[in-house]
């Protein structure tokens, strides 16, 4: 397989290059026959690659050219494929594929259908070479190629303010983010002398040999820290968290492929990566676990308020990033990864299952006006149902095995935050099941509260319900690659990516205990959502009068975008019409136009000059010898030798 490695984000991007040069003259309306196709071939090869690794229990590399030559430096471009690379080409690949597939039924008939499909497969030759570089400098590259292709695909209703607003607010935030990324990069090439991943003399040896490079612990604590800020910014972890629910102003398929699957997993992907650096900085990891935590129950807790069918599940994916940064910053590597891989398949049947409810409901997305839905879109409704079981962690669907997984590595784990964040985890899963069964009781149960006379919901078609069941079927099985815990074929396979890192041993006891308290948490939080929303015992409204201010913070996301806007918007704003208004206009425009019209008032002046008639010349050439006549009989002949 080494040979054809370069061939997986090839065919994508290929596809990308046909679509963009032929798709508004020749191919038009079919464009996914050349998109979902180069998508299809690189899931063959992610699963060929997949099993050749397995197989062989070896790592698969590929050279494909020199980048930058410059005397002894130089950045080559190579393709490396070990077992976690694999993982993400399967998921990316997979999620992909079926996202292209469902986007044929939901953008049928939209005016720019040829764009969407040549984003679509940019996006994911792009994530693709994100997880196949071998240095962390295309790492990078390929980093901010994923950014724009999110800024492109939730821009892509460009002629709606809405979305060019939040695609704004999405590249913004990430550029926060990405100078940190950046900075981290210099201070790695700085530290290391190379920016090549592997070998005796890569990142990842030096770093876990440290000391014998002579190389301070600080030094890689920063380090840790200045990537983590730009795994902050991909992966929505606080407070760089506030683009990712904005976003959802992009079609709904974007959702799935972009913030369920792929690029919010991209930070994770990375910190796991370079995980030598982290695991040597009790610091860095003591932040990566504090941050990830706390974003956990913060997402969480909005999530509860929301209104807008997208916006919940997109506030979910903010908490479930937390579960995955708060397992990599206790050292559960692992977990993290598992939960990153049922985790883009659990919440990719969410997000579909949003734009097919949306779809059915003729754009409609506030949950109060819809109810009763399930005897409506059938499929729709148990698709559904699964991905919020899954989410909410109950056995023995997908989210069970990895989040459970991911509490008991905190529990055990060396970090004197690890209990702490375990206790959290199990606040997360009770808020995650109750507001997935919030939305799950209000949109599907219940009566209708839409005007029935006028709106006649419908199921999706085949090409919106074929993902729906394959993710699905996913959501309930996948999550048995990691049974049984700890000691799974999943495990075993990705313990060979972290070779450095000392597996804790879980008893079956405290396996079993944990299991049974997140399942008593799980339920918990579905029975509080069915006395609420379904019985009426709980009085969601009286207790949201009684509690008005919390309630108020809540739906307003903790006030943090308010914040943002005091603190940092509205100065800059400021600022930049100080800098408009007085530097620019006032200094600038004033001094050059000054000088322009100064002269414009000397040559005004001086026009007068010339009249055009020869005997004002004449009488000019005259005086002129008067004047130097005179000049010579008053004594001032010398001034002429």
């Known amino acids: 397989m080494a040979d054809l490695l370069y061939l997986i984000p090839l065919l994508p991007l290929l596809a990308f290059c046909v679509n963009i040069a032929l798709g508004r003259s020749v191919i038009r309306d079919n464009a996914h026959w050349i998109a979902i196709p180069a998508v299809a071939a ?20 590929q050279r494909l050219f020199t980048w930058i030559p410059s005397g002894d430096f ?55 070479m994100l997880v196949l570089a071998e240095n962390l400098l295309v790492l990078f590259v390929f980093w901010e190629a994923v950014g724009l292709c999110s800024f492109l695909l939730i821009g892509y209703y460009f002629r709606r303010r809405s979305a060019s607003n939040a695609a704004q607010k999405a590249f913004i935030v990430n550029r926060v983010g990405d100078l940190g990324f950046g900075l981290g990069v210099m201070l790695t090439f700085w530290t290391f002398g190379t920016i090549s991943f592997y070998g005796e003399d890569g990142i990842f040896e030096q770093a876990y040999n440290y000391e014998a490079h002579g190389i301070a612990g600080g030094t890689l604590t920063l380090i840790g820290i200045l990537l983590f800020i730009g795994a902050c910014g991909k992966s929505a972890q ?55 935590s706390f974003t956990a129950v913060m997402a969480a807790t909005i999530a509860l308020t929301q209104n807008d069918i997208k916006k919940i599940v997109a506030y979910s994916t903010v908490s479930q990033l937390g579960y995955m940064a708060f397992a990599l910053g206790t050292g559960a590597w692992v977990a993290a990864i598992f939960h990153l891989m049922t985790h883009a398949f659990f919440k990719g049947l969410l997000f579909l ?17 819809m109810g009763g839905l399930r005897k409506h879109m059938p499929l729709t409704f148990w698709t ?26 905190a ?82 396979f990705l313990h060979h990516a972290f070779e450095h890192v000392h597996a804790h041993h879980v008893s079956l006891t405290m396996t079993y205990t944990f299991g049974v308290i997140s399942t008593i948490v799980a339920l918990g939080g579905i029975a509080a959502a069915y006395l609420t929303y379904m019985k009426g015992t709980i009085n969601a409204r009286a ?16 006030y943090i975008d308010e914040l943002y806007n005091a603190m940092f918007v509205r100065p800059l704003r400021a600022f930049s019409v100080f800098l408009w208004r007085v530097v620019d206009v006032g200094v600038i425009d004033a001094a050059v136009n000054g000088v322009a019209f100064g002269i414009g008032a000397i040559a005004q002046r001086l026009r007068h000059v010339q009249t055009g008639l020869v005997a004002n010349y004449a009488l000019a050439i005259a005086l002129g010898m008067a004047i130097l006549v005179g000049v010579y009989l008053a004594g001032f002949s010398n001034l002429f030798q």
């Open 238 to 292: 606080f407070p760089l968290h506030v683009w990712l629910p904005d976003a959802m102003e992009g079609p709904t398929p974007v959702s799935a492929l972009i913030h369920a699957a792929t690029m919010v997993t991209a930070g994770i992907y990375m910190v796991a990566r370079n995980y030598t650096i982290f695991m040597h900085s009790e610091t860095a990891m003591l932040v990566v676990a504090v941050v990830g």
């Open 42 to 61: 690189s899931w063959v090869l992610s699963v060929m690659v997949l099993l050749d690794i397995y197989e062989n229990d070896h790592a698969i590399s």
């Open 411 to 492: 529990w055990i784990s060396d970090s004197p935050y690890g209990k702490v964040a375990a206790i959290l985890g199990l606040v997360a899963a009770f808020l995650t099941a109750l507001y997935m069964f919030r939305l799950v009781f209000l949109v599907f149960f219940g009566k209708e509260r839409f005007d029935t006379a006028h709106l006649h919901p419908h199921e999706s078609g085949p090409w919106m319900a074929m993902p729906l069941v394959v993710l699905a079927i996913a959501s309930v099985f996948v999550g048995f690659v990691g049974f049984p815990p700890e000691q799974g074929p999943f495990q075993d």
């Open 353 to 369: 299952g949003c734009g097919s409810v949306i779809h059915g409901m003729h754009e409609e997305q506030d949950i109060r006006n």
């Open 543 to 558: 207790l949201g009068e009684k509690y008005e201010g919390v309630y108020e913070f809540l739906l307003n996301k903790w």
């Open 74 to 128: 130089h950045i080559d471009v190579n393709l490396y494929a070990d077992q976690l690379t694999a993982v993400m080409l399967l998921v990316v690949t997979t999620v992909g594929l079926l996202v292209h597939i469902y986007s044929v039924g939901y953008m049928h008939g939209d005016g720019g259908y040829y764009r969407f499909f040549s984003y679509l497969p940019l996006f994911v030759f792009s994530m693709l």
């Open 384 to 409: 559904f149902l699964i991905g919020s079981l899954a989410n909410a962690g109950v056995i023995p669907l997908a989210g069970f095995w990895s989040k459970d997984e991911i509490i008991v590595g």
